[in-house]
């Protein structure tokens, strides 16, 4: 594969060529690893950033109906919006059950748009490099805004939340007084909360939602990357198109504060180190899946499971038959 | 430390020993490793094995007075019992902010009975090391029941139910009927849910809300590890030590039939695997904190947050630096 070609293409903004490269990232063969490195190292420091917005929200929130929405109206003042899906449950349906472009039809065929469905991976670890690796290619094809959408199943919100700018929660109103379930966590890592389905009969019941919200919003701690009225909460009806623009205002809002104050950075350097630190992590356990160590450890394991050997003398033994020399440096 | 004389007097019963040796576990030094591991395959064997149940419960529920009543009642049969406290945020305030001693005045004057409090560590992973090894150092010191009780804060409720042979969980009685926030996966992994408090004005609230759990269980898929009827929900006042016999009724009959089924045996054997794997994992990551890698990592993580290298491209130069060797056995 001519790396240097792909790039180029790729930066000329070519959607094809973007989509091969997301699917080189995403290869688990160690030749393409060596050549997505090092289509990533060519691309970086072109200077084009885009903003990555991380979008969480649970099945039957209207998620696609908001992303289309809402992309329509970016790409309608010009923007370039990149969707990309982490869906950590196609992992086990092999891909998402509904493909991605059949949910968002009119913003699939947008010449402003390019849309990526979650890719069919078993680890978390590994969707989450693809995820950030493939932010960066979008970032390099010139793309102004990059939707990061998550189901929110397990870490997949916080994984998202990690990687974004922004991170909003989509929810649906609900019934009487009650808060639907979220997670404190999430409720503490969200920018904005926005209520969607505020239109016909549910209009009331999201209004009220979301105030219930805002009120629970308010009893969070202030946080330090937070200008006064954040995280806020907001109804946006996808359906009518309602309360788009100000969701979008309000996001520039907080993006053009965090910028002044040197947030926005800061939050970039301290991901791009959790990233590293992450990924070797990763690759250090990613050697225990690999021969010789994986038959031995599969032999030991047995003599565990039979009573024949204490786990903890087990391990001794892979660490000190295989991990010599590591962080030794040849000692 | 003279390892033989320790391991004899933890198996002649010697609570101070056993202390000492929890002690020695606990310990972060790498000789004290080397010393708890020799310490524990010398107690291997013994043929020595006690009921581990594990049991949560939030902060409010009655955790202390429950696990009071039901200890004394199990010692005043005979038994012998060990209480192994988890508290991760013990980490935090350097120690339960109530000593379990104080919690449980009865108990702990009691001769059957043994407690020891949560440690201060500020890793999961070596709370649950040092969990699992003091769960065999009470079983050699011959206890017939060992409580594994946690606040269930984070993962630590998993990490228990992962180590033990029973999972209880300790609610309170609730109010109207919305059932308490119980996470999905705690409820899965419960084999009796103990609704306490049933006492006083509180009873007609614990019976209700117990029938609503016993509802809510009924729902779950049935597991290939319970027979019929189980998991279950039962009430139980630890004030009044009413159901405690009736609650260690059901604890035996389940047992009894993991044990005819051969469910126990090999529940516990996959235990000792995940064990292992786990304990390979930490100690590869431990590592990493380790010089010359840590010192390496952080300037690698200065460049990183600076933008002068890419994520992926320092990961690779660590471990291309310090993994030579690693899963090739010398190569």
Chains 1, 2 share one sequence.
């Not at 289509?39 to 420091?45: T, W």
């Not at 870490?155 to 929810?171: G, K, P």
């Not at 040197?262 to 180190?273: I, N, P």
């Amino acid at each position: 594969m001519d790396i240097e070609d792909l790039a180029a293409r790729i930066e000329a903004g070519e959607r094809r060529a973007l989509a091969r490269a997301i699917t080189l990232v995403e290869s688990g063969r160690a030749d393409h690893r060596e050549q997505a490195t090092a289509l990533l190292d060519r691309l970086r420091g072109g200077g084009r950033e885009g903003l990555r917005i991380g979008l969480s929200g649970t099945p039957g929130v209207g998620k696609s109906t908001f992303i289309e929405a809402f992309g329509m109206m970016l790409t309608a003042q010009g923007l370039k919006v990149a969707v990309l899906a982490v869906d950590p449950s196609s992992a086990r349906s092999g891909g998402s059950i509904l493909g991605d472009k059949t949910r968002m039809e009119r913003l699939s065929r947008d010449r402003n748009a390019f849309i990526r469905p979650s890719p069919a991976q078993a680890q978390l670890g590994g969707v989450a490099r693809r995820t950030r690796e493939a932010i960066g290619l979008c970032e390099a094809a010139g793309f102004d805004v990059i939707l990061i959408e998550t189901v929110g199943v397990g870490q997949s919100e916080t994984m998202v939340a990690d990687m974004s700018d922004l991170f909003l929660l989509l929810l649906a109103p609900a019934g009487g007084d009650e808060l639907q379930g979220v997670k404190r966590g999430i409720m503490e890592s969200a920018d904005i909360i926005l209520v969607n389905k505020a239109d016909g009969e549910l209009k009331s019941a999201a209004t009220r939602t979301c105030a219930d919200y805002a009120g629970a919003l308010r009893l969070l701690r202030k946080r330090p990357q937070d200008p006064e009225g954040f995280p806020k909460a907001l109804t946006v009806s996808a359906l009518e198109e309602a309360g788009l623009a100000k969701a979008w205002q309000e996001m520039l809002a907080l993006v053009g504060w965090r910028r002044e104050a040197g947030q926005f950075d800061a939050r970039r350097s301290e991901q791009a180190r959790h990233w590293f630190e992450a990924e070797v992590r990763e690759g250090l356990l990613a050697r225990l899946r690999q021969e010789p160590v994986r038959g031995a450890m599969a032999a030991l394991a047995q003599r565990v499971e039979q009573g024949d050997l204490s786990p903890a003398r087990a391990a001794e033994e892979i660490l000190q038959t295989y991990l010599r020399g590591f962080a030794g440096k040849g000692s």
